[in-house]
């Protein structure tokens, strides 16, 4: 086989500004089987990431997908008017999974599997293609090469296993930049249509995930201006047709977003939990990044040789640099700039960018080959030796960064490596509930510990629910008024409570007004598991 048609249309078309430079994809050495570029590193992340996928426990926001998707449609419509709206799209994608498949943490999960397969896929692909556009020797292996260290890292199998919609925000977002480079490689307006509708699934699953077109218009002004200055009586017609059709795609999914985007906004208080950042939020996402905190130098060194690896970021259009350097620092570092204003960064709301750290990083081990190629070269080694000596300096570098992740690995794959153990809570609920008793949540937020493993809830009489999740349109439903949990607590002999053990937010702490209800009962049980704390009360008309 002669490779992917895509890539081999660069290799066909001349040098362009918008195709990437000059001859660089002619010399690359084709693979005859140029596929396996794109299909080992899925199939990698398949085997990597679908190990023990059903291990980890389901964690609260996991609990909220359940709650939102499992509802009618209609629920779901009605609901996204009040709260999370920004999630309603994966709650309709995820309805349709739980009718096929049911509920179980494998079930849920695997849509984010499949995504974060193809998110590593299309990211060899997107390498090669702009190894070519970069005039690097070998952009198969600098394609296989990002492909695979995007798989090994374990923030990767941290949202492969979990069912929310970062997996599937990461596939979008790379699938948007590969259409771009495709679209400005080509002059058929089919590639900006795409480009458009990969811009309208990002957003859908991810409206922070938009900081990707700001990534996406600085690369292309880069381009722009690097373009050689030979090709400047020629390269300003396309350059502002590419900018035109660029615009007109991003307008085509700014209206089509609309819709959420103003929803969203009017439900931003859901996110008043979220702190102002500092160092430690710096440091927590270079560690999750590099996957381990001792690789984090090595990492930035890659990083850094792969910016300057075949044009870097000198003249030549859409080079690896120009396109990867924007989108991996400018989407965190505009979301951390605005949070210490108004608090919105989440380490996973910038997890689309992580494949670009991965095409860096791939780039920077094919620079060292390079080099040591050269080395070799120039002390007078034949022509097949220095090549595989030259493979061998970077090869032994994946080996060690292998060999640090795989205690990372490992530890994502623990009930520890999430916030709660719902599983253990309700495990503990069912050794130790009674006939007869209730429970309450303090406060109603705390209603999701039920949602991921509800039988033993089920036997609990809820003397806290005001009206259900449906029926108010809310993931949780609404809480019932003190006089009237007072007035079932009566009616009870025992009674458990739920809490978070740190509360978020105050909207998250237990209502003064209940727990006073509670303060003149006897406390016969307390269980702490990670985030949960179990009380269990002895009511006070019962004793004895």
């Given at each position: 086989?002669?490779?992917?048609?895509?890539?081999?249309?660069?290799?066909?078309?001349?040098?362009?500004?918008?195709?990437?430079?000059?001859?660089?994809?002619?010399?690359?050495?084709?693979?005859?089987?140029?596929?396996?570029?794109?299909?080992?590193?899925?199939?990698?992340?398949?085997?990597?990431?679908?190990?023990?996928?059903?291990?980890?426990?389901?964690?609260?926001?996991?609990?909220?997908?359940?709650?939102?998707?499992?509802?009618?449609?209609?629920?779901?419509a009605a609901m996204v008017q009040h709260e999370d709206a920004v999630h309603g799209p994966y709650y309709l994608l995820m309805h349709l999974v739980i009718a096929a498949g049911g509920i179980s943490a494998t079930t849920l999960r695997l849509p984010s599997l499949i995504a974060m397969c193809l998110a590593v896929g299309l990211t060899a692909a997107?390498?090669?293609?702009?190894?070519?556009?970069?005039?690097?020797?070998?952009?198969?292996?600098?394609?296989?090469?990002?492909?695979?260290?995007?798989?090994?890292?374990?923030?990767?199998?941290?949202?492969?296993?979990?069912?929310?919609?970062?997996?599937?925000?990461?596939?979008?977002?790379?699938?948007?930049?590969?259409?771009?480079?495709?679209?400005?490689?080509?002059?058929?307006?089919?590639?900006?249509?795409?480009?458009?509708?990969?811009?309208?699934?990002?957003?859908?699953?991810?409206?922070?995930?938009?900081?990707?077109?700001?990534?996406?218009?600085?690369?292309?002004?880069?381009?722009?201006?690097?373009?050689?200055?030979?090709?400047?009586?020629?390269?300003?017609?396309?350059?502002?047709r590419v900018l035109g059709s660029w615009l007109a795609a991003c307008a085509a999914a700014a209206v089509l977003l609309t819709p959420i985007a103003v929803l969203s906004a009017g439900q931003s208080a859901q996110l008043n939990w979220v702190r102002t950042p500092d160092l430690s939020t710096i440091a927590t996402l270079l560690r999750d990044f590099?996957?381990?905190?001792?690789?984090?130098?090595?990492?930035?060194?890659?990083?850094?040789?792969?910016?300057?690896?075949?044009?870097?970021?000198?003249?030549?259009?859409?080079?690896?640099?120009?396109?990867?350097?924007?989108?991996?620092?400018?989407?965190?570092?505009?979301?951390?700039?605005?949070?210490?204003?108004?608090?919105?960064?989440?380490?996973?709301?910038?997890?689309?960018?992580?494949?670009?750290?991965?095409?860096?990083?791939?780039?920077?081990?094919?620079?060292?080959?390079?080099?040591?190629?050269?080395?070799?070269?120039?002390?007078?080694?034949?022509?097949?030796?220095?090549?595989?000596?030259?493979?061998?300096?970077?090869?032994?570098?994946?080996?060690?960064?292998?060999?640090?992740?795989?205690?990372?690995?490992?530890?994502?794959?623990?009930?520890?490596?999430?916030?709660?153990?719902?599983?253990?809570?309700?495990?503990?609920?069912?050794?130790?509930?009674?006939?007869?008793?209730?429970?309450?949540?303090?406060?109603?937020?705390?209603?999701?510990?039920?949602?991921?493993?509800?039988?033993?809830?089920?036997?609990?009489?809820?003397?806290?629910?005001?009206?259900?999740?449906?029926?108010?349109?809310?993931?949780?439903?609404?809480?019932?008024?003190?006089?009237?949990?007072?007035?079932?607590?009566?009616?009870?002999?025992?009674?458990?409570?739920?809490?978070?053990?740190?509360?978020?937010?105050?909207?998250?702490?237990?209502?003064?007004?209940?727990?006073?209800?509670?303060?003149?009962?006897?406390?016969?049980?307390?269980?702490?598991?990670?985030?949960?704390?179990?009380?269990?009360?002895?009511?006070?008309?019962?004793?004895?």
């Open positions: 086989m002669r490779g992917t048609p895509s890539d081999a249309a660069v290799s066909r078309e001349p040098a362009r500004p918008g195709a990437g430079g000059t001859g660089g994809s002619r010399r690359g050495t084709r693979w005859p089987l140029g596929w396996l570029v794109v299909v080992l590193p899925a199939l990698a992340e398949l085997i990597v990431g679908g190990y023990r996928i059903g291990g980890p426990s389901l964690w609260r926001d996991e609990a909220a997908t359940i709650s939102g998707s499992q509802r009618p449609v209609s629920a779901i997107l390498g090669r293609r702009l190894a070519q556009a970069s005039g690097m020797a070998v952009p198969q292996a600098a394609g296989l090469l990002a492909g695979l260290a995007l798989t090994a890292v374990p923030l990767t199998t941290r949202y492969a296993q979990e069912a929310r919609p970062y997996a599937l925000t990461t596939l979008f977002a790379v699938l948007a930049t590969y259409l771009l480079v495709r679209a400005v490689a080509s002059p058929h307006w089919p590639w900006w249509v795409l480009y458009a509708a990969a811009l309208v699934l990002t957003g859908l699953f991810s409206l922070a995930s938009m900081l990707l077109v700001g990534a996406h218009l600085v690369s292309l002004l880069v381009a722009r201006r690097t373009s050689s200055a030979d090709d400047a009586q020629t390269a300003r017609p396309p350059w502002r590099a996957g381990s905190a001792v690789l984090i130098p090595v990492v930035a060194v890659l990083a850094e040789l792969g910016c300057v690896e075949g044009r870097g970021l000198r003249r030549g259009g859409l080079t690896l640099t120009v396109i990867v350097l924007p989108w991996l620092v400018l989407p965190p570092a505009l979301l951390l700039a605005v949070s210490l204003v108004h608090p919105l960064f989440v380490e996973r709301y910038v997890l689309f960018c992580l494949p670009a750290l991965a095409l860096l990083t791939s780039a920077g081990l094919i620079w060292i080959a390079r080099m040591t190629r050269r080395a070799l070269a120039g002390r007078g080694l034949p022509g097949r030796r220095a090549d595989l000596l030259a493979a061998a300096a970077p090869a032994v570098l994946v080996v060690v960064i292998a060999a640090a992740l795989i205690g990372p690995q490992r530890a994502i794959r623990l009930d520890s490596a999430r916030a709660d153990n719902l599983r253990a809570v309700a495990a503990l609920i069912a050794r130790h509930e009674l006939p007869g008793d209730a429970i309450l949540y303090l406060p109603r937020d705390t209603e999701l510990v039920s949602v991921a493993y509800p039988a033993p809830f089920r036997r609990l009489r809820d003397i806290g629910l005001g009206r259900t999740a449906v029926a108010s349109g809310t993931l949780r439903g609404t809480q019932a008024g003190p006089s009237a949990v007072a007035a079932r607590l009566r009616q009870v002999r025992r009674v458990w409570t739920v809490q978070w053990a740190v509360p978020l937010s105050r909207a998250t702490e237990a209502p003064a007004s209940q727990t006073r209800l509670l303060a003149p009962m006897p406390m016969i049980g307390r269980w702490r598991i990670q985030s949960v704390i179990l009380r269990l009360y002895l009511v006070g008309s019962h004793r004895g």
